[in-house]
């Protein structure tokens, strides 16, 4: 059980809240997070009265389990049930009526490759551009990204675009670096368990992208995501990217149920990885088309020049006319669900 405190309760309050806990034969933790204090119950002996707790001062709520209350963001889903939109840079967004799209190499391989990738991309309707300087690679031997240089090419590739730069962070120490550079942050699959970092991109401003570990259930995905906003950041966008199965054919099995079962339970935009998702270029414009189907607020696509030459994951990367061809064959898509591209 967790009882939230309102914002601005005093240690007094929370102190009578401990006190009260103790009476009913409970011991408790104090966590204080830059949403706001929350008593954690730890262990309880008897019968915890939870009207009693409701009932004491400065108490917000009280809830079963620790889940992510912010994230579900009861209140405004109440009010209506809407998504917040986050923004995509400066002249885009995800979680309006237009979809945002973000495409790039999987890697930043050098400034030419990117420029000419960043037009195409542009050209063809897309408002964000992706593109990894540090990169989780499953083997040390893979390329591990360009580092800061990287970055600088991605901002040059913003300047001469418009694009917004949505860009990975791995260490808790990069953080700053990267939110110097990138309009988004992207926290990846493999980091979605990194608390800490997690933590530090709440800490920051910039908006978080996080991608679903392959093995996460929904709930502890939410909950990674619920680490950022306690920290202070509501601007966070959630990605599936595809999860681990017994399945060979794709490289990951696109759960793409878990759209809106988001929706239902928060009110955070969806963006929809299908390149990782099933890892195979050909059933990225298949499954991009139902991500729009089924409410998906984004997608985020690989691309490259010369796929067969791209210094990481190029089996899932779109050539640049593969990528304007699925731009324009997601429009009766777009027009279907009420959605601009
Ligand atoms: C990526 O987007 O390049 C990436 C590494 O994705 P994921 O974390 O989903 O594997
Ligand atoms: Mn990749």
């Not at 954690?40 to 009932?55: I, K, M, P, S, T």
């Not at 967004?93 to 542009?122: D, N, T």
């Not at 680490?227 to 595809?242: D, I, K, Q, S, T």
Request: net charge negative; hydrophobic share 40%.
């Amino acid at each position: 059980m967790i009882v939230v405190m309102k914002p601005g309760c005093t240690a007094e309050h929370v102190a009578r809240v401990e006190a009260l806990l103790s009476s009913m034969g409970a011991e408790s933790c104090v966590l204080d997070r830059a949403c706001g204090k929350v008593v954690e119950v730890l262990a309880a002996n008897g019968h915890v009265d939870r009207e009693a707790l409701a009932a004491a001062e400065m108490v917000d709520r009280v809830l079963d389990r620790a889940e992510p209350f912010l994230v579900a963001d009861n209140s405004s889903s109440q009010s209506g049930g809407s998504t917040r939109e986050v923004p995509l840079g400066s002249q885009a967004s995800i979680g309006g009526r237009r979809l945002g799209v973000i495409a790039g190499p999987c890697s930043v391989e050098s400034e030419r490759h990117l420029l000419e990738i960043a037009a195409a991309v542009k050209e063809a309707g897309a408002s964000g551009l992706r593109g990894g300087a540090f990169k989780p690679r499953t083997s040390p031997y893979s390329f591990q990204g360009l580092g800061e240089p990287g970055l600088e090419m991605l901002a040059r590739a913003r300047e001469e675009t418009g694009l917004a730069i949505v860009t990975e962070v791995m260490r808790c120490e990069h953080v700053e670096l990267v939110a110097r550079y990138a309009d988004v942050l992207q926290v990846g699959s493999r980091n979605m368990h990194h608390t800490h970092l997690l933590a530090a991109c709440g800490r920051q401003s910039k908006p978080v992208l996080l991608k679903r570990a392959w093995c996460a259930t929904l709930e502890e995905f939410l909950l990674a995501a619920e680490y950022v906003v306690a920290e202070g950041n509501p601007n966070v966008m959630l990605c599936e990217r595809g999860i681990r199965t017994h399945e060979t054919y794709v490289r990951n099995t696109l759960a793409l149920a878990v759209v809106p079962e988001i929706k239902r339970r928060s009110t955070l935009p969806v963006v929809v990885d299908p390149s990782h998702g099933t890892g195979v270029s050909h059933l990225v414009a298949p499954m991009s088309n139902a991500a729009l189907a089924c409410g998906a607020d984004g997608l985020l696509i690989e691309v490259h020049q010369c796929p067969q030459k791209a210094w990481s994951d190029g089996e899932q990367s779109l050539s640049l006319d593969q990528f304007s061809a699925l731009m324009e064959g997601l429009q009766p898509f777009a027009d279907a669900c009420q959605r601009e591209l």
